[in-house]
């Protein structure tokens, strides 16, 4: 072999191959939530261990077995994902042993190559639009609203009317058309602005599902008789606290996964949480986002959890949703001309998240960030309570693709779009 072809050969493999060094680095900057997880994975020379809370190993990664391991995580469902957990343990695979586990991985996660008529012509984009409350019964539920009266003594007929569900279908709507635009396949886990992902509303959900639902759960042993009969007679807000919440959002990333995207987003708008219970207009106004990772010790008891640790610590999933997540933030900072948030602007950033390198990019543990199998960025473009945004969130006097919508959820959406496109592109 010559040197140049020796050479290329080398470059190939290093670009390809992922080391243990990177899987620490990651677990570092992303996953290991103030030192919880440092009694639970254990970095060697040539293994990385996960143990039980007693300290003993119970799953093992070899150096060789990382490229193929990240790749079987990122590309078969769940259940297969649950058996090999079980079936492989601290065991080491043989060369035969881990070829056969590319058998199982489905390639239609693979970058389209070749001649395209659009640029994004074969990339699936997910679009998760946050909530779903856009009447005041059921966003008073979700508690996803603002309804105040902006300046009492001086205009005390001007009122703030804001449903934060409208305000994320709108953007997503908008987003979905541009990247259709450039050829884009675009999925949305809800499809109209008042609908849950079930694609009902959520009091015909209760009228229609709830109790089915229910009693299938309980029929499969996953919800015990006392839990059962509490939930059952649950009034609506406290069910959507005790269950529908998480369970809704559990169905958006199950729809998103089905979907194999290359990249998902999650829209929503955030809020500034000194203004509980926001009933005047803040003077605050912060952009941000979140990626996965901030794992606490607690986090590590189920075995569905675990599984979403490893594939976050094996995959580059993290590293490529910072850089979207980054991008993002720096068009919301540009585009809608708002502050990015440091650890210090809100309680949660400094609680709950791990910083990352990129100026807006938080680590937060979010059911969402942590399930959906893809790169990812959550984005909080800006508060709606600010006294610089309520009333322009209101004004619906802008129409792009025929849908009408506001100057700041088209900024918004722009955003994600221009940081979107060469993400896409860079893959
Ligand atoms: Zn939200």
Not at 339 to 353: P, R, S
Request: with cysteine.
């Amino acid at each position: 072999m010559n040197k140049i072809a020796f050479i290329i050969i080398l470059t190939v493999a290093l670009c390809k191959g992922q080391t243990i060094k990177q899987c620490k680095e990651r677990f570092n900057n992303y996953l290991n939530f103030k030192g919880g997880l440092n009694n639970i994975v254990k970095f060697e020379d040539n293994e990385i261990s996960i143990c039980n809370f007693k300290g003993n190993k119970e799953f093992t990664i070899y150096a060789g077995e990382i490229n193929m391991l990240a790749d079987f995580l990122e590309h078969t469902p769940y259940k297969q994902q649950e058996e090999l957990l079980r079936l492989k343990g601290t065991k080491k695979y043989s060369k035969r042993q881990r070829d056969s586990v590319w058998i199982y991985i489905d390639d239609r996660k693979k970058i389209p190559k070749g001649k395209k008529k659009l640029p994004l012509n074969g990339y699936r984009v997910a679009i998760d639009p946050g909530h779903f409350g856009t009447n005041l019964e059921d966003a008073q539920i979700e508690q996803k609203f603002l309804y105040f009266i902006k300046d009492s003594v001086n205009l005390p007929t001007d009122t703030i009317k804001l449903f934060e569900s409208e305000l994320n279908f709108n953007t997503a709507q908008l987003l979905q058309k541009m990247l259709e635009e450039l050829g884009a396949t675009v999925f949305l886990t809800r499809n109209q602005n008042n609908y849950t992902s079930f694609n009902c509303s959520f009091k015909d959900w209760l009228l229609l599902h709830k109790n089915r639902v229910l009693d299938s759960l309980k029929s499969v042993d996953f919800l015990g008789s006392e839990r059962y009969n509490k939930l059952i007679k649950e009034e609506p807000a406290k069910f959507f606290k005790d269950f529908f919440r998480d369970y809704d959002l559990a169905n958006r990333a199950k729809k998103i996964n089905q979907f194999k995207p290359h990249v998902s987003v999650i829209i929503h708008y955030n809020v500034d949480e000194k203004n509980a219970p926001w009933k005047k207009m803040s003077d605050k106004d912060y952009t941000m986002a979140f990626i996965g990772g901030a794992f606490t010790h607690d986090n590590m008891e189920r075995t569905e959890t675990k599984l979403h640790f490893l594939r976050m610590l094996l995959t580059k999933q993290l590293n490529q949703s910072e850089k979207l997540a980054a991008q993002t933030v720096l068009n919301f900072n540009k585009n809608l001309k708002i502050d990015i948030a440091t650890q210090f602007d809100a309680e949660y950033l400094k609680d709950n998240c791990l910083i990352t390198e990129s100026k807006g990019v938080f680590a937060r543990n979010l059911l969402l960030c942590r399930i959906i199998n893809s790169p990812l960025v959550y984005g909080e473009a800006l508060y709606q309570d600010s006294y610089k945004e309520c009333s322009d969130l209101m004004r619906y006097d802008t129409e792009k693709y025929g849908i009408k919508t506001s100057d700041r959820l088209l900024k918004t959406a722009e955003s994600y779009f221009q940081a979107l496109v060469p993400f896409l592109k860079g893959l």
